[in-house]
């Protein structure tokens, strides 16, 4: 805290919790002396008190407005860390593996999408803060600017582009889905009509899913929640990225659970932007073109999903 407000909110407080009653006396309590008790105090020194009381509370309120505005002004320019460098701060939905998720008892998140923001934010010269936000909640966050940019699987679509602005993809995705190993019924998309699906809530999965004739959709928080959802008899499918399905089953060793191979639909990831901030969009979009050039990305692809594209 400055100067300034130190003095306005250590006089509020004195006033508000009676340590100073008097109004004429107020210069005094500036200075912690309080000499007057309000107690004994004539009617009409009371009433002045207490107008006097009402405008510097008016006062600070006006002046804690101020210096909150001034904090978060609504300027697109990056916020700066303690370190004085830029900082560009992302928003990731941590539960998506192999994109973003975090270990259990590491401290960082780790993914394709965050080694990828991370090299992109390097090669900006931007140092690079990660918040968890779960799925629902990432435009929305955008659009408050509590973040600059979303990096979390997120697909490209039209709908989308009403709120936000996308980078150039940067990852070629789809939907599959995933049932119990010894599911007969299922064997294609077709045949998802009037059964129970599992999806992440405000995802392409969930959109689509809607779409099937007679069936009945859960939206879940994450995908984890989803597979175990189906592997407890809750739903029959679920429908969800190929690539973090195939992650699920094969890396992470799953068992009574198999993907199928029918691809419900392409898509193509990109990073989300607030609509019309084109300089940081450009910005990104020359980072990402820099990282394809220079091997950077190819060496984050292969850590993630090996030779195979
Ligand atoms: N690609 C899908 C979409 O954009 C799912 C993304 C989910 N991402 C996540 N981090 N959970 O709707």
Avoid at 52 to 79: F, P, R, T, Y
Wanted: charged share 25%.
């Amino acid at each position: 805290m400055n100067e300034p407000e130190e003095f306005f909110l250590g006089l509020v407080v004195r006033l508000m919790i009676g340590e100073c009653r008097c109004p004429t006396d107020v210069a005094m309590c500036l200075r912690g002396v309080c000499t007057t008790s309000g107690v004994g105090a004539s009617p009409e020194s009371r009433d002045d008190m207490f107008k006097m009381k009402k405008l510097l509370l008016v006062g600070v309120l006006c002046l804690a407005a101020a210096i909150g505005l001034s904090g978060c002004g609504g300027n697109q320019e990056a916020a700066t860390s303690s370190s004085g460098g830029k900082v560009l701060k992302v928003g990731a939905s941590v539960d998506f593996a192999p994109f973003e998720f975090q270990d259990e008892g590491q401290s960082e998140y780790q993914g394709f999408d965050m080694d990828l923001i991370r090299a992109i934010g390097k090669e900006m010269g931007y140092e690079v803060e990660i918040s968890n936000i779960g799925f629902d909640g990432l435009i929305p966050a955008l659009q408050a600017k509590n973040v600059d940019v979303l990096i979390s699987g997120v697909t490209i679509n039209d709908e989308r582009k009403q709120n936000v602005d996308f980078s150039d993809p940067y990852y070629e995705s789809g939907l599959t889905m995933v049932v119990r190993e010894n599911e007969q019924n299922i064997k294609t998309f077709a045949d998802l009509k009037g059964k129970k699906i599992a999806v992440q809530i405000g995802t392409t999965s969930a959109k689509e899913a809607k779409k099937i004739e007679g069936a009945e959709v859960k939206e879940l928080n994450t995908p984890a929640d989803c597979f175990m959802e189906l592997k407890n008899g809750g739903v029959d499918a679920v429908v969800n990225d190929r690539p973090v399905n195939d992650y699920y089953i094969h890396k992470s060793g799953q068992t009574g659970v198999k993907t199928l191979p029918e691809r419900l639909t392409s898509e193509d990831y990109g990073i989300a932007v607030a609509k019309g901030n084109k300089e940081l969009a450009e910005k990104i979009n020359a980072a990402l073109k820099k990282l394809k050039e220079n091997g950077e990305y190819d060496k984050i692809f292969a850590k993630w999903f090996g030779a195979q594209k």
